[in-house]
C-alpha cells in the first residue's frame, strides 16, 4: 500500500468512521473481481459512504491525496468497468450503502434514487405507486441505479422506452473537486450551458460519483402477452417487427434467437422445453404491454402473428397461455449466455450496426468468422429492433483451455473491423470500462479519441475517477 | 481589421472562392444584428461554406490564425448567440448555404439535414415522406436545423415530444482542431465512450460547427383538434392539463395565456377576435392531434373539456370548426410578443421551475416585482406544461426611453433571484447567448461555472468557437 493511500485511509476513518471505511480484506474480497471472473483487482479499502456529503468528503481526499476512486454499484458490469487495477493503486468506493429512495411521484412522473438502489428495488417501488419503471435485464436483482446510469444500461426494453439516457430526468454527482452537480430538480426545460447531466450519463465513473438519479417512470403495465415465433432468417424477424409496428404501439420487447442456442438452452437448462413443435432456424420472443385494463393485448397480439403467419413472414408461433408459460419464454432467453458457458469456451461481443442492415451483417459475418476460424462456430441473438445483437463465437470442441486468450483476441479483432467497416458499435449497450478499451484506442477516429481524453483530462486533472477505464 | 483577420480571408478566398467568402458589407450586414435589434456586432466577412469539407478547410483557417467564427443558422435566437462582438475580431459563418435534406426515411423515422435546413422546409420534406417532424416554433420560416440544435430549441409542442435534444438522433460537427465529428450513422445504440451528441446539443456553437443532424420523425397527423378555454387561476390550468393526460395521449400543444396579455393582442393585432364571450381571469389554448385518421380527435376533446366544465375546473371552452379558425386561436397566442412590443417596452425572461411548482410561483412572483418596482405590469405566458413561462414585466405607461437599460437590469435581476431560489433555471429555452451570460456567472454554482469553463477550454484550447457566448 503506498504511504499516500495508508493516510488517506487514516484520515476517512477518523472523519467517517468504521461503518463506512472497511479494511477488513474478507470483506472486500468478494468486490475485487468482475462477476464473470475474467478481471482481478486489489485495493487497500473499500469506502462506502452512506449520504452525498460523505462522498463529497472521500473524493476531496482522494484529491488530497492523490489516490484514485474506483466506483462501483452492483458489479455487474460486463466490461469490468468498477473493477480496481490489479497493483492495489486505487481505492473502491462503494455505493451500495446509499440505497435509499427519496420520492416517488405519480403526479410528476419520476422517482429520485441513490446510486446504491438496487433496480429490482426500483421496479416495486414504482409498482406502489402505481407506475412503473421500463427499463430491465437479467442483473435486476443485483444492478444499481448508480451503475445503470454511468454505464447508459440498455436491456430488453428499450425497444419502446430507450436505454438509461432516455429514462433520466437527472442526475446529482459529486465531481472531482468535490464539487456537487444538482440536477435532481425536476426542470423539464433548462438551458444553462452544456447538459453535465447527459455528460455523466454513460461516463463509468470517469468524471465524477452518481450519487443519485431522477429517473422518468411511466404508467403501470396492466396486461401482458408473450409469444413465441419460428422464422426462416433474421431478415423475416425485421420484416415482422416493422409488420407489428405498423399495426401496435404495443410491442416493448423484441428478440432474436438462432436455433442453435436455444438448442443449447435446451441442453444444458434444467426445466426447460421448446415453445414450439419442429425446428425453425430463427425464433423472436415478442412482448406486448397495455396500460389499459380494458384492451385485451393478448388477442390483438395473437390476431397480428396470425396475419404474420399468412403472409408468409413466420412459420409457427406460441402464445403463452399465462404468466408461468410467459416467464418459461423469457428463461430461454435470459439462459443463452449461461447455456453457452455450461457448453465450452465463448467469446461474447456486444455490437450494433443500424437496425436495417442488420440482418445481412449477422449472416455475413459469421459465415466470414467460420471461415477464417475454421472449427468455431459463430452465432449472435438478442435485440434486433435497436440494432444490437449479441454476437458470440464458441471456440471449436477440440480447442485448448488457452483458446481465449489466443485464438480469442484475434477473432474479437476480426470483429471488430467487421463491425467498424459495418458503421457499427463495438460496444452497443456494455460499455468500454476496461476490456474493450484497446479496441476502442486502436478503431476510434482520432478527433473523437483526442476528444474524449480532453474532456477527461479538463474534468478530471488530478485522475483520481476511476483510473483506466473508457478513455483510450 | 486584424492583420490576421485579412491574411485568413485572403486565404479563404484564395481556397474556396467568391461564393464561399463573402466582403461585400451590404451582404453583410443584415447579419451583424440579433433579430430583435437589441445587440450590433461587426464583422470584416462572412464566410457561407456549401459542403462540411468546406466547413474544416475554414476551421483549420481560424485555428492557424487564431481568428474566432461565429456561427449563425437563421439569426432568430433569443440571446444574441450568433451576433459577432462588436469589435469585428470575429468573423461570420454563414450555415444558410449548407441547405441539403440529405435523406428522409420513414423506415428508419430518420430524416438527415444539414445545418442551414429552414425549419419550414424539414417539416414539409417529412410530410412529403407520410412522416412528421413534430418540433415548431414561431420562427419556423427562418430558423434552421444548426440553430436549433445548437441552442436545444423547444417551443410549443415539447409538452409531447420533447426539445430538440429528444429529437436528435445524431450530430455531425465540425470539432475546433479541425477533425469531423460524425453521430449520423442511426446507432440507436452505441456506449464508445462520453456522447460528443449531446455535449454539441444546447452548445450554442461553443464547441465546434454543427454541420448536419439526423433527426427523429413520427408519424403524420392525420387529425387534430384545437381548443380555447377560459378558466380562473394558473392552478386551475395545470387541473385541467393533468385531467386531460389522465384520459388522453393526444395532448400535445398547452399554453397559458393572461386576460392581460389577450387584451394587448385584440388592441394591436388587426384581424383578431376574442374566442370566448365575455372575460376570464385566465386561458388556455389546447391543441389535440391523432396520427389515426379515423379518430375523431374533435369529439374527443369536446368530450373531455365538457367533462372538466361539469367539474368546475374551467369556466368556459371553445373548440375550432375549421382549420381557420384554428388558426386564428393560435395567431392570439404567437403574437402576444408582438403585441407587447407595439403597447411598450417590455422585458421578456424565459424561465422554468418544476411544473408543480409554476402556478403559485406565477402568482407570487408577479405580486412581488409588481411591489417591489411600482407602475410595472408583470405576467407570464406559454408552456405551463413544460413548466416553462414567458414571464414578461413592461414598463409603467410613464417610463422614461431609458427604462429598458436602467430599471430593467434591476428588474432582471430581481426576477431572476425569484426563479434561482426556487429552484429553477433563468434560461428555459432561449439559451445564455450573450444577454444572459452575466446573469448565468452571477447566480450558477461555481462547481458548474468551473465544469464549463474546463470543458471550453479543453475541446477550444485556442477559444475560435463563437467566443464571448454561453460560458460565464
Chains 1, 2 share one sequence.
Not at 449466455?337 to 455475413?364: C, K, N, W, Y
Not at 477440440?398 to 463491425?419: C, K, M, Q, S
Request: net charge negative; proline share 6%; with cysteine.
Amino acid at each position: 500500500m503506498s504511504d499516500a493511500a495508508t493516510r488517506l485511509i487514516e484520515q476517512a476513518g477518523r472523519k467517517l468512521g468504521p461503518k463506512v471505511v472497511i479494511t477488513d480484506p474478507n470483506e472486500i474480497e468478494p468486490w475485487l473481481s468482475d462477476w464473470r471472473g475474467r478481471v482481478h483487482g486489489a485495493s487497500p479499502a473499500m469506502l462506502a459512504p452512506g449520504s452525498t456529503e460523505e462522498v463529497v468528503e472521500i473524493v476531496k481526499l482522494a484529491a488530497e491525496y492523490r489516490v484514485p476512486l474506483v466506483p462501483q454499484g452492483g458489479n455487474t458490469g460486463m466490461a469490468a468497468g468498477a473493477t480496481p487495477p490489479a497493483d492495489g493503486s486505487a481505492i473502491l468506493l462503494s455505493m451500495r450503502r446509499m440505497n435509499r429512495i427519496r420520492s416517488v411521484s405519480a403526479d410528476n412522473r419520476v422517482a429520485i434514487a441513490e446510486a446504491g438502489v438496487v433496480l429490482a428495488t426500483l421496479h416495486d417501488a414504482a409498482q406502489e405507486a402505481g407506475m412503473r419503471f421500463p427499463l430491465t435485464l437479467g442483473a435486476r436483482g443485483s444492478c444499481t441505479v448508480g451503475g445503470l446510469t454511468s454505464t447508459n444500461a440498455g436491456g430488453t426494453q428499450v425497444l419502446k422506452f430507450g436505454t438509461m439516457r432516455s429514462l433520466v430526468a437527472g442526475v446529482e454527482a459529486v465531481l472531482p473537486d468535490g464539487s456537487v452537480h444538482s440536477g435532481l430538480g425536476g426542470l423539464k426545460k433548462d438551458n444553462r450551458g452544456y447538459s453535465l447531466d447527459q455528460l455523466l450519463i454513460g461516463a463509468e465513473g470517469t468524471l465524477g460519483v452518481i450519487t443519485a438519479v431522477a429517473l422518468r417512470l411511466v404508467p403501470a403495465i396492466a396486461g401482458r402477452a408473450v409469444a413465441w415465433t419460428g422464422l426462416g432468417s433474421p431478415a423475416k424477424a425485421l420484416e415482422l417487427l416493422r409488420f407489428l409496428e405498423a399495426r401496435t404501439t404495443h410491442i416493448e420487447g423484441f428478440e432474436l434467437v438462432p436455433q442453435d442456442s436455444l438448442d443449447l438452452v435446451l441442453k444444458h437448462v434444467p426445466g426447460t422445453r421448446p415453445p414450439l413443435e419442429g425446428r425453425h432456424a430463427w425464433h423472436t420472443l415478442i412482448e406486448a404491454t397495455t396500460p389499459d385494463a380494458e384492451h385485451d393485448i393478448a388477442a390483438e397480439l395473437e390476431t397480428l402473428l396470425a396475419a404474420a403467419m399468412e403472409r408468409g413472414i413466420i412459420d409457427d408461433a406460441a402464445l403463452a397461455s399465462n404468466e408461468a408459460q410467459a416467464e418459461a419464454f423469457w428463461k430461454l432467453r435470459d439462459t443463452i449466455s449461461e447455456a453457452e458457458r455450461a457448453e465450452g469456451q465463448t467469446l461474447a461481443h456486444d455490437i450494433s450496426v443500424p437496425v436495417a442492415d442488420m440482418p445481412a451483417f449477422l449472416t455475413d459475418a459469421a459465415a466470414k468468422v467460420e471461415q477464417a476460424f475454421p472449427g468455431v462456430i459463430a452465432s449472435g441473438f438478442g435485440h434486433l429492433g435497436d440494432g444490437n445483437i449479441h454476437f458470440h463465437v464458441r471456440a471449436a470442441s477440440h480447442a485448448a483451455p488457452g483458446w481465449y486468450e489466443n485464438e480469442g483476441e484475434r477473432i474479437t479483432e476480426f470483429v471488430d473491423d467487421l463491425v467498424t467497416a459495418a458503421g457499427g458499435s463495438i460496444s452497443a449497450e456494455h460499455g468500454i470500462g476496461q476490456l474493450k478499451r484497446a479496441e476502442l484506442a486502436r478503431l476510434a477516429p482520432p478527433g473523437r479519441i483526442h476528444a474524449l481524453r480532453a474532456i477527461k483530462q479538463a474534468l478530471d486533472p488530478l485522475g483520481i475517477m476511476n483510473p483506466g477505464k473508457l478513455v483510450p
